[in-house]
């Protein structure tokens, strides 16, 4: 596996904005854990990152 870092994660699904500017450090070989209540874009942000949603803007 390989370090994963995402600056500036935004994504909007027409009016609604999903994600708002996230930045993310995931270090290699290390599990890490996305928590928050319904709704706070958190399956987003790992489609986004395993290839399945594009975001509106963001830095890999």
Known sequence: MSEIKIR???KYFDD????????LD???KKVTVLL???GC??????????GLIIPMRCTF
Do not use: C, F
């Open 16 to 23: 609604v904005k999903a994600i708002d500017g996230i930045d």
């Open 36 to 38: 928050g209540p319904s």
């Open 41 to 50: 874009g958190k399956s987003t942000t790992l489609r986004i990152i395993a």
């Open 26 to 28: 995931i270090p290699d």
């Open 8 to 10: 500036n994660l935004t």
